[in-house]
Every structure is written in C-alpha cells, then in structure tokens.
C-alpha cells in the first residue's frame, strides 16, 4: 500500500472537486459572515449593549439546542454519511425514502420538545440552572416571551436542516450554502423594518417601520427560517425527491443513523450546553455580558466558519465515500492536508484579527469606550480558540466519516466539563473574557484530542512540525507588522486597521503558499 506521506502529483491547473466545493461553500458562507456582521451592526446600533439586546441573544439559545440537536448538526452528520451509501449502493429512490422517514419523525420530535420548553420556559429561564437566573424578573419575562416565539423557526429550520443535509448527500452545495444567505437577509428586514420605531432614511427612500422593538428582531428570525427553507426546494425537484409518509423503525437505514444519532445528540447537547452556561454566567455579571459575548462569538465565526466549517462541510462526503471503499491512503491524505490548511489561515487570522479589533469595533458599533473594550475583549477570549474550532470541524467530521460517533461524544464531553470547570473559575476575576477564554480551552482541548487519536491510525497528521514552523514563522511576523502599522495613525485608528490588517495579511500569505497550492488538491 502506498504511503501517504508524499502527495500524490496533481493536476497543475485544475481544482479538485473537495477544493472546488470549499471555495463555493466559503464564498456564501463569507457572503452570509458579512449580511450576519451588517445585520450585528444594524441591531447594535439601534440596541447598544442594553438589556434588551442581553435578553435577545439569551432568549436564542434554548431554540438554537433543539435545533442542533434534532436536525442541525446532529443528525445531518450522522445522516449524510448513511444517504452517500445508501446513494452509491441502491440509488437515488431508497436514498429519499430513507430520508423521508428520518425527516418525519425530526418534525415530530423537534415539534413535542418545542411545546413542552413553550410551557416550561418560565421555570427554564428563572431557575438558578437556568438560561438567565441573574437577569431582574423584567427581563426574565422578556426572555420567556422572546424564547417562545423563536420555537417557531426551530420548527420550520427542523425541516430545513435536514433538506440540506440531503442535498449535501449528492455532493450539491450551492442552495445550502446559499440559504444561510437567506436566513440573513429574512433577520434584516427584521432589524429595519420590523423592530425599529421609525423609518430608516436611505437616500430618497424612507422604509416602514412597525416599531415592534425586540420582538422584531424574533419575527425576522422566523422569516429567515422560511426563506432558509425556500430557497433549497429547487434542488429536493432537481433530485427528483419524493415524500414517503412513513414512520416505521424497521427500515435498516433507519436503525443505522441512530445508532450514529445517539451518540451525536450527545456530543451536540454537550457543545451546545457550553453556550446556555456561557450566558447563566454571563447574566450574574451585570448589563452587557451576554451581548458582548454573542458579538464576540459572531466575529470570531466569521473566518471560522469561512475557512474551517466551509472545508469540514465539502470534505465530509468525500471523506464518507473513502471510507465506504476503505481508501485508507486516501482517507489519510485528504485528512491530513486539510489539517494543514486549516493551521495556514487560521493561526495568522488570530494574531491579526486580536491587534485590530478595537477600532474596527469603534467604527462599526458607535459604543462607548466602556462598552466597546468589553466587546473587544470578549472578541479576543474567542478569537484564541479559533484554530481549536476550525480543526475541529474537521477531526470531528472524519470520525463522522467513518460512522464512529463514540469517540466525538467523549471528547465533547470532556470539553464540556473543562469549560465548566473554567468557566466558574474566570468568569469573576476576568469578567466576559473570563468566559470566552473558557470556551476557547474547551475546544481547543477537545480538538487537540481527536487529532491525536486520528494521528494513531494515520500517522502522516502527526507530520506537521515543518509546514508549523514556517506557519508560526508568518504569523509572527504578520502581527509584529501588524502592530507597529497601527501604531503609526493614534488619531486614524481604523485607516490605520485596514492598513494593518492588509499589510499584515500579505506578508502572512507569503509564508503560507504552499498551503494554498495544497487546498487546490484537496
């Protein structure tokens, strides 16, 4: 068998597919990053870091985990593996029953669980092991009635996280990656249209505003949903879907992804739970924490998600095909290279992003001073962990790939009670950053132990000392760079951003080439 420590000879002026599809899926996944951050920008703007805004983005959480749970990240990745064999063995008809019973009965599931946290979700938000047991009752109530209404897009996204995994299962990524897009401009319109007291001006054009405060900002999450769910039915005719109204267990396909489900339900819960310990913490901390938080989060998404979920989603069926021939060296090599891709962009991104934050901050938002370093801290906490969650996104996928859910599941759990654990520890001396910098050791831990353990079966990953160096080596560089540029415009402090930034960039690209030849061979 050969060994995949040397690369194969590639094609010169050729895209790989998984290339092909990373750079697709990132490109919409940086087009939904930036309507995401302009849409951050319109609510702060228009809420500041206020209680309102605090109560939002509490209120978000609860949804958000059964979603993830039932049809988010749960079962589609333990879904689209079993949908590629089913499609490369039996064909494109079997793959859609199967989906049809799968998705039946998430609707049903996401739909019971949706009633009982929209009777429950008083005691849920109060209690001290709550969502927010440190907001005044006010707020508290606020949070419930926010929480209630964002149960309708869970329900509506139940179906549509599941259309996308489908998709996704026939190596189409365009419509999911577009509906993200959607998603945005659905919570835009909230934030212009619906929430605001009067009429935003632009140029001669004044819009209409329904003056719906806060409770705009949910309806816009539910239209979102919808449009997310609109704009992926062109494919389902594409494929030729077809709805099967059945419910039985009995199918082995079935049995099949819950045997994965169980385990990544899990794993989801645990990740998941992370963020509804985040904001209890944070409500103990006074005005300003969970919305700093939630900001800091967004921001360090955007480059994570660009590079490390766009790469982990293109490369998961592949990987899942791989495994279904049993091409080891394959399997290692598409594995291996991603890994070192992942370390190219994101450890220079973090050491950049972390020197220019503040001002960039300034002018988006308009905070105050007080305000604004909050949000930057907060920012910088998160951004540490940056290369932790892009590795992950990977690692987790290629034990996903070979339908092995057990071994995410107890890392997960194990990052889980790290961030716990750290979380209590830092939260009062360091305030919000105390608790980002928690989840960054979380999941950084937890990714740093799925590497290790996938390098036992393929060592080839544990072969990365030089391509590290010479990353390391930019990446210092780039942030020395970085800083002295800012340095030099105390009174233009974002002209002097930007330049950094670009210069900082440039010269870590320069360091960074071979990583960018090697994602064409993905």
């Known amino acids: 068998m050969a060994s995949p420590a040397s690369d194969p000879p590639a094609h010169p002026r050729r895209l790989s597919h998984v290339a092909r599809s990373s750079l697709l899926v990132a490109a919409f996944f940086a087009l939904d990053k930036g309507l995401g951050f302009l849409r951050q920008i319109i609510i702060g703007r228009q809420f500041g870091v206020s209680p309102e805004l605090d109560a939002f983005n509490a209120a978000n959480n609860l949804p958000d985990l059964l979603f993830a749970l ?33 998705g039946n009965w998430a609707f049903l599931l996401t739909g019971g669980l949706a009633l009982l946290v929209a009777l429950f979700a008083g005691p849920i938000v109060r209690s001290e092991l709550g969502i927010a047991p440190g907001f005044t009752p006010q707020l508290q109530s606020l949070v419930v009635s926010l929480m209630r209404l964002n149960l309708i897009a869970t329900l509506i996204f139940s179906l549509s996280g599941l259309v996308m995994a489908g998709l996704q299962a026939h190596q189409h990524f365009l419509l999911p990656a577009l509906a993200p897009v959607f998603y945005d401009l ?76 169980g385990p990544r339900i899990l794993t989801i819960g645990a990740f998941n739970l992370i963020f509804i310990v985040q904001d209890n913490l944070a409500s103990r901390l006074g005005v300003g924490a969970v919305t700093a938080l939630a900001f800091g989060w967004l921001i360090m998404q955007v480059p994570e998600t660009i590079v490390g979920t766009a790469l982990g989603t293109a490369i998961l069926p592949t990987l899942s095909e791989q495994a279904a021939r049993k091409d080891e060296v394959g399997f290692e090599t598409s594995l291996r290279r991603a890994v070192q891709v992942l370390l190219a962009f994101a450890l220079p991104t973090t050491v950049l992003l972390a ?50 859910a057990r071994t995410p599941l107890l890392a997960s759990a194990l990052g889980a009670v ?27 831990l937890e990714a740093g132990l799925l590497l290790v353990l996938l390098a036992r079966r393929y060592p080839s990953l544990g072969h990365q000392g030089r391509p590290l160096a010479r990353i390391l080596t930019g990446t210092v560089l780039a942030g020395a760079c970085a800083w002295w540029i800012l340095g030099l415009w105390p009174a233009a402090a974002l002209l002097g951003a930007a330049c950094a930034l670009a210069a900082g960039g440039g010269l870590a690209l320069a360091f960074v080439v071979p990583e960018l030849r090697l994602l064409r061979r993905l």
Not at 75 to 96: D, F, K, T
Not at 192 to 219: D, E, F, K, Q
Not at 243 to 258: K, T, Y
């Open 355 to 404: 020197i220019v934050i503040r001002p960039l901050l300034q002018a988006a938002f308009g905070f105050d001073p007080q305000a604004t370093d909050l949000v930057a801290w907060a920012t910088r906490a998160f951004l540490v962990g940056l290369t932790g969650h892009s590795l992950l996104e990977v690692a987790a996928r290629a034990f996903y790939a070979r339908q092995n």
């Open 70 to 102: 039932i049809s988010g990240g749960a079962l589609a990745l333990a879904l689209i593996p079993v949908l590629s064999e089913v499609l490369e063995r039996q064909g494109r008809p079997p793959m859609w029953e199967l989906f049809s019973r799968v």
């Open 186 to 261: 659905g919570q835009i319109f909230g934030a212009i249209v619906l929430a605001p007291l009067s009429g935003l001006t632009i140029g001669p054009l004044t819009l209409p505003a329904a003056g719906l405060g806060v409770h705009g900002l949910v309806y816009g999450v539910v239209l979102g949903a919808l449009l997310h769910l609109a704009v992926q039915v062109p494919g389902l005719m594409r494929y030729r879907f077809r709805w099967s109204p059945r419910l039985g267990l009995d199918h082995p396909g079935v049995r099949q992804i819950a045997r994965l489900l």
């Open 418 to 444: 790290v961030f716990v654990i750290a979380g209590i520890g830092l939260f009062k001396p360091l305030g919000a950053a105390g608790i980002g910098l928690a989840n960054s050791l979380a999941f950084s």
